[in-house]
């Protein structure tokens, strides 16, 4: 009763949208769920929904919140680009921002909040800096005044906004121990330490920003790896499980990071770092069971994957393979070919199938039996029919050659008749004189 309530209430604070959104939506931000009526991640996300309608209302935020039945409305999802179920959008003036990240309350709210506010937002004093330094992991600070530099600055952020926060100071509100070496500049704070954007060394604003917009190291899981697929990065993963305290699973964790750390500048514009907990994932990724703990290094742009060729017993033999995988020593496996896709059809299938007997045999077997079964019915039938009539056929073809002979040439009897009919037509004197024949022969 209490969660129904909850969502009833919760329901109220979100508008359910029809075509004339498009016209009156204009004056104001809207943050909406494209959903469709059969989907289940969509009813799923319901019940979340109407909490970050409660909360957004709450909190006083600007941004509305919506929902609209993309398929009773698909002409206005279309012109959204909605291509699935659901999507989520922040609507703000001309612009359509894409949500990609999980599908919690805290997480939609967080990117409401930093989408709808101002894309580069002032950091007046150093209290504020501080303040604003500990609520994000990652920090990215413009720093000096007019230039061509901050006009690409801007032109990124209104890119990447949908990710992370961007703000701009004037050099005296940084800590005392940053140096930067001009003015103006870019500069990231993450990791306990600060990174100043070189465009000599570092290329495009956009491609490094969005390659430091992470910690050097994570906790990665399915969300966070599809992600990272947009920096480009190789990801190295230490597969372990975190409720498991034994030296291995700790001794690859720390190799991870150690790595991560202290040889940063080496590897952080090709690799990403990190640990997922549990190999359940990795499984699906690679389409094999893998022994946990273990080392994965996977490039997710072309879905290839490479595993050390021998145990990872330090920091040294870690940078090694790293290496071999950057001299393209190191074996490749996996990737998008034709064979690998038709190998990810056959394990997803089989997966589906083992899935839904593990969760419910009954059903299972129903869905799955059933089918099979009609199938070896109409299979048995089709052979069965075909065996009777080749019988049929030979025996047709037997009483026909049967009826053809007794009907050109008749039976024993009929030609013994036949022949004393000739006889008896004969006349008398013809039977005597055969008679006088015959003597004479014998």
Request: glycine share 8%; charged share 30%; proline share 4%.
């Amino acid at each position: 009763a209490v969660v129904a309530h909850v969502v009833a209430s919760g329901a109220g604070f979100v508008e359910d949208l029809d075509e004339s959104f498009k016209e009156n939506r204009k004056d104001d931000i809207w943050l909406v769920d494209f959903y469709a009526p059969w989907c289940g991640h969509c009813k799923k996300l319901e019940p979340v929904w109407n909490e970050v309608g409660i909360e957004m209302r709450n909190m006083g935020s600007p941004v509305k919140v919506g929902k609209m039945d993309a398929t009773s409305f698909s002409s206005i999802a279309s012109e959204f680009g909605v291509r699935g179920y659901p999507t989520i959008k922040l609507l703000k003036g001309d612009l359509a921002y894409n949500y990609r990240g999980p599908r919690t309350k805290d997480d939609i709210i967080e990117f409401a909040n930093r989408v709808a506010g101002p894309l580069i937002r002032p950091l007046p004093s150093q209290h504020m800096f501080e303040h604003v330094q500990k609520r994000h992991r990652v920090l990215f600070v413009y720093v000096g005044g007019e230039s061509p530099l901050k006009e690409k600055y801007i032109e990124v952020a209104s890119e990447l906004i949908v990710y992370t926060y961007f703000f701009s100071a004037s050099e005296d509100v940084l800590p005392e121990y940053v140096t930067l070496p001009e003015l103006p500049a870019v500069v990231v704070f993450k990791d306990g330490t600060y990174f100043v954007y070189d465009e000599y060394e570092d290329g495009d604003l956009s491609s490094w920003i969005n390659r430091e917009r992470f910690q050097g190291y994570l906790n990665v899981d399915g969300f966070m790896l599809y992600e990272l697929g947009d920096t480009g990065k190789l990801v190295a993963i230490a597969v372990i499980d975190d409720k498991n305290s034994s030296v291995e699973h700790t001794r690859l964790k720390s190799i991870i990071q150690e790595v991560a750390r202290d040889y940063r500048d080496h590897f952080h514009r090709d690799f990403q770092f990190g640990h997922m907990d549990g190999n359940d994932y990795i499984n699906s990724l690679l389409m094999d069971d893998v022994t946990i703990p273990t080392i994965v290094v996977l490039n997710t742009s072309n879905q290839q994957y490479f595993l050390p060729d021998r145990h990872i017993e330090n920091t040294e033999d870690m940078v090694q393979f790293i290496n071999n995988i950057l001299d393209g020593t190191a074996e490749a496996q996996g990737g998008d070919g034709l064979l690998q896709r038709i190998k990810r059809i056959i394990y997803d299938a089989k997966s589906t199938v083992v899935s839904v007997f593990k969760s419910s045999p009954l059903l299972g077997c129903f869905l799955f039996g059933l089918p099979l079964g009609v199938i070896s019915i109409m299979c048995y039938g089709i052979c069965t029919a075909d065996a009777d009539g080749g019988v049929d056929e030979h025996e047709a073809a037997e009483k026909e050659n049967g009826d053809r002979e007794l009907t050109d040439e008749g039976s024993e009897e009929e030609q013994e008749d036949e022949k004393n009919g000739k006889y008896t037509e004969l006349s008398d004197g013809e039977l005597k004189q055969k008679d006088i024949m015959e003597k004479k022969k014998d």
